[in-house]
């Protein structure tokens, strides 16, 4: 951290524009389930159905209005809701759902009109933001429809997007700019300084793994149409070079989760959700809430995988290395620094049958070995106890008594291992406190210089947490 | 639908600019079979004929004269047609095509010459435009050549091109607007609200699937130099990619037709009217109207095809799977989902020797089980009935009736399963009326969670609508 | 042709911005063989041995002085030459060319620096054309080197080139203005309508068909490196794509020619010389005149070939098909319709080992099959009699007395067969005229729907014009 | 050369925008063995060692200060060093640097932050070039970190880049202009008139060959995300292409050297110093200069390769040819022409066993064969001695000594064959005299028309020096 002369404190990495997203957010986003299928009742329905099912303490704090809520302009140039849909107007959903101690997000586009060709905010970006913040909204998705051609290099893509920054800024209101281009001129090279989070793909669609031709893409670098329609595997793979400038207040965005949505198995899913997790993505449930079924209830409740995605370092995974198997699937390893010396490594048989996957010392510490140290990385001779995150997933039938209202309240000083409150302790908290939720199941050892193997089915991960086995202090190293 | 304060009511997906070409334009362009030989009387003929053999009541209503009809600027900087070949001017050729009920469409160029080298609009756009407006013009093609180096960007691009799209409206004159910049900075990304069609590929040329060194490009996206000579199958797969923003007043152009010209079999004329048609591009004869065989105008004349290409959805084809086969050619499943629910299927044979080729429900359904809706697709579940469009195409001696002026005239009332009149009976009210020309011949039924199967010659199609087989409602979704 | 209002007669696609080079420039330039170690005696020596050979009457006539010619700028901001090299200075020079009946060419770079990093004229545009101007000079070669960054869209590249083309023609001396910008920013694309020619490569090197590091792109569309040090085979595959808007007045120019420095063999040295001819190229001589072997005057002399590279038509090579050999290299068919609707063919084996390749009427007459004639083409059905453009290539004997003075005279009436005086019949002329040596020899006929085949050693061309068999008139089609 | 008419002499290619920089800068820079882990301290104690260690009078004389040094900037907007690791602020460094006859430099970037998000100098490149020409700093690395968006075209990157480059000659101060954007915008293009070097890649780590998804890119030209952790032969390769224009005064920089980190076995460390010797790239040690071994002490001293880097020529490395072998590997001949007319080649063994790689005189000299020559290349007929650059390497007992302070002095005067001293007398003088330790061990002769060839390890290179055999004088030619 350094303090400028006037007294303000910066901590490099550990900031954001506008103070806001250290850790990525969370929430819930229509889209993907319900498109323009949308009204006041499944909005309040849904936040509140949030907060009983344990969801909102678990960080799933945002409730976000995607695109189709407009019937146009007022005479003053104003954005006006849909009356029948939204017959209590905008504030009173806001006021509604902070009453819920949760926040607000709405949708629109850097553009002439949003995707679904209601007014977009381009040439109106002040009066817009003044609008959301008199209405109490929290949080923009600022989509890239319609856009008049200004796009094609980084400036101009930076420049459109920013007047909406600065407009947000201008109102007095805090509120998380989540930049939604798609990945266009490479966001990930210029959206940090203006936004808190940056979609660097064309949008998900609920498949693992199969291509699809409008999502043309296999890189996200120097994609001039990322289309829609990208499988997890192919957003997830675009991570694997764009990631450098990721960081606290301001990460990669992913898109929406689809786990709830029926197009992959729950093997698929836990992939999808942990990779999102591992990458530091935003986490926004992209389903129906209202009939969430037990088993997806228990991947978006996992504390442990949450933690990984909410540790303060803000750090992303890396892959390092990925393989192209003979019958045309993948493998791969990932793995992630934690903000308390851990290390998280994740092994993706991607593949189409039961493979033996493992993960060497060598190449999960190879960061450490090669960063200049001029001397051996000390990681290699520790010896790590070996965490499965998933190994404490809610049971269905726990799920099922959490929708159903039948479970107990999660405080503080639960001692539960699959559920979590982290309004009442944080999960910086909870993992100083080494709670139990939030650590997995421990599974074993690896040696120095040693190696971690996983049996894994077809599309299925294997997610550990690696904690020094003793209690020796951990060199530690910005990394910039 | 949402309603403006101003009372405007506003369509999502159902608009354009100008309010003009909500299904894709129809008619006949010169360039393909006359390039610059171009007169008065080869116009008007043409027309005439288009009247006599029923190709304007099946809706090809644009006569659009191509490049080479100036002779220069007079001294007010306004456009002179050549008087040789014009000699009562363009006036005296947009009332004679009036006369008809038919429209009538020019040409230009967005550079300072057009591609024959005849002055281009560039800096006299408002001049031009008056001056088309003044003799009746209804359609301007507006093409790419001799720009002074203003693309490389998108900005770039739009800029240009909404320089005409301005002056086109400021003319007081509805003039559909097509824009033909061969795909150059990506059009499908930023010509929608400015034009009403966008050419998205180098020039056709009359081969089905030659690969030519002048047509550089196996993709539209970041295509630097469109070229021409592209096949049927080149631009084909061209738009598997971009149809994202495709929508009712502004569509994707894949160039005119080239049936009639000689260059292909019969079953590749059929492959590429289809899917053309499939893909909602505009279908503009590009043929000799005056010397059409019946074969050839049995093409262009079913109705069958040509109600999927003027559905009111404007929707698109998507290609659900492509492979390479061992003989270097290829196969594909492209579907279209259509405004009353039905679902085209086009199983594309372009290897070189006959296959039998299937397309799943799994398949042609898989939009609606990976969009999002938390709930198995019902369309999975339904039994379809399935009617090959070409199953009634007109024939040879019927066509030679229409050809020689012996066939009855259509009317409103018509039983007719091969012929069609949109002027008695929109094609939007035939396919709610049942009308069976635009339905083809009913060839099975595809069960539920069943595949659908076509034994294909080389180089040809199977083209088929699904209807379902019961009365059930069909679940309907806005995909934005 | 179209006259405008004000009298100007303007041919499409046979004028230019400036009203010169309707067909390509011919002529030397020393940078292939001498580099910077120039000075007025070499340049008045290898003019007068021009004229001496004949080489001037064949139409080599521009001589051209490359980079190193300066010693900076006088107080006025003039351009001064170098004392010691130039020590009567250039107009004297100029003059002395012109006293031959040649021109004069000169160069500079559109940057600071020329390559050579003597002053270039980026910001002095104006100053520098003056100077040349009243020299007396003709022709400028302007190059890319030191261009400040002032790269990388169409737009900026057009733009700065522009200045110079209208300081150029500012000075109301008629100056052919050569373009040298290797390609970047596609000037195939915007060259045309501000130069006479454009060069479309990275710079050639000796060398038959040898990848190297520094000429790293294998397509001339978007290679935003050219380099240098490309091959001859290299180069020629760039032009296949790039030719549309090749014309007379403005030519895409594939560098200097190497025949006569030595890397490669005699037949390596047709091919280039065949296929430079062949793409209206500029024919500049790129080696020591005052050395010449008569191997390589019979190059660079060849009546026959020359004639094709100088017909009117401006038109150019189309590749029909390139194929990959097994052993690494390649083989090629090229085309061309000649002005007299003749057709000239290359066949190209740049494999390695002996091959007989064959043209067949189908890839030779596939422009007219395919050009929406809505009939068969009528060239597939009618007799060819084939010439070999080699076949009357001068003996190495005669050769040697046109070296040593002791050839006669050519006069416009004289009947050689190996070789002309385009100065007293000019090449349109001598082919009006069926003159024999802008024939070469007849070798045979070709059958209609038939082909023609050759046996060709490896790394050598056939090139051969077809000529109608009977005295039916060709039909004429104008393609833009 | 040439003189302007103000007197002024100008040296084609042997110049640079500030006078600095003739041959590569060298020297030291903490950021791959330290990052941000900096102080006075070891600043100083570095300088220090540098000096006793002989490694001063090597050549390398810069001490570079990378990133987080500043605590941000005063009232008056300029940089305040941070108190705590600089306590007596940079004057007081940059005297003491000084005092040991050694040049100061520091880090900024051309963006809002620094890579580490100190404050960067966009907006601020007056202020902050003031500030530092105050301290008496010689030397900026200017990075490209959080630069809003401001690349995408050459001409966006040259004007951010300018601005710094502009704002340090007005200071008056010299200060050498190091360039720093990664390669981004292709700078080898443009960024020669306005820097000393400017690095064509993403980071460095300390990997020989290791691919790793952060570095996407395997060629430097048009790499929209350069990356980091970029391997030895990765950045080695990419040069291959871009040589072009470096030239005395504007380097290509490869990034800082990894010999001493670990992560390389002392072959593959020979190997990455060779080539960056090779390749005219600035010469940075980039490990702990107060821990260093004999073995990379041994390296980092070789005065024979230095020499090669320090040539007067600015010359650069040429790939000749590269194979990728079986094993996944690569093997490559790389080749240099010297000053003196010596040829340097580099036979890489990057496969994976042992093998015998040649380099023949036809690919040595190849440029000499095709230079447009017009008559065989001399060096092909001649003989010449082979000397190992390499052979000379200072064993590490004798490097011991040197690290503990018992080895003499060197002088110029020595006729040590293992150590130099440049400060007495330059590499230029050195070569002059036939230096022992400047040529390495001679160990053969190379016959005319021959080859030379050479056992190499896995991941090792053979590293030579060809002088003629006899005292004949050889040709030399500019290339421009």
Known sequence: AYITKDGKVIIPGASSFNGLNLVPQMGWDNWNAFGCSINETLVLNTAQKMVD??????????????????????????????????????KYVADKVHDLNMKFGMYSSAGIYTCGKYPGSLGYEQKDADVWASWGVDYLKYDNCYNQGQSGTPKLSFDRYNVMSQALNKTGRKILYSLCNWGDDNPFDWAYTISNSYRMSGDIYDSFDRPDSRCPCTEAIGCSWPGFHCSVMNILNKMAAIQSRSQPGAFNDMDMLEVGNGGQSDDEYKVHFSMWAMNSSPLLM???????????????????????????????????????????????????????????????????????????????????????????????????????????????????????????????????????????????????????????????????????????????????????????????????
């Open 53 to 90: 099912f344990g969801l909102r303490d678990l960080g799933y704090n945002y409730v976000v209005l995607d695109d189709c809520w407009s019937e146009g302009r007022n005479s003053s140039g104003y954005l006006v809701p849909n009356q029948k849909t939204f017959p209590h107007g905008m």
């Open 286 to 480: 992209g389903t129906n809430v209202l009939t969430l079924t037990p088993a997806n209830l228990a991947i978006y409740s996992n504390p442990a995988v949450i933690a990984l995605n909410q540790d303060p370092s803000g750090s992303v995974g890396i892959r390092k290395w990925r393989t192209i198997t003979k019958d045309g699937g993948e493998i791969a390893l990932w793995t992630r620094e934690m903000n308390n010396s851990d290390t998280v490594i994740a092994l993706i048989n991607a593949a189409n049958s039961t493979m033996t996957l493992t993960a060497t010392a060598a190449d999960i510490f190879l960061d450490q070995s090669t960063a200049g140290s001029f001397a051996p990385a000390p990681e290699l001779s520790e010896s790590w106890d070996v965490y499965d995150l998933w190994g404490n997933r809610m049971s269905n039938d726990e799920a099922a008594t959490v929708l159903n209202g039948t479970a107990p309240t999660i405080e503080a000083t639960s001692n539960s291992t699959t559920r979590y409150n982290a309004t009442a302790l944080s999960y910086a908290d909870g993992l100083n406190a080494n709670n139990t939720a939030l650590l997995g199941t421990k599974v074993g050892t690896m040696a120095p210089h040693g190696s971690w193997s996983a049996k894994l089915d077809r599309h299925s991960i294997g997610l550990f947490r690696l904690r020094q086995a003793s209690n020796n202090s951990k060199r530690k190293r910005d990394e910039l």
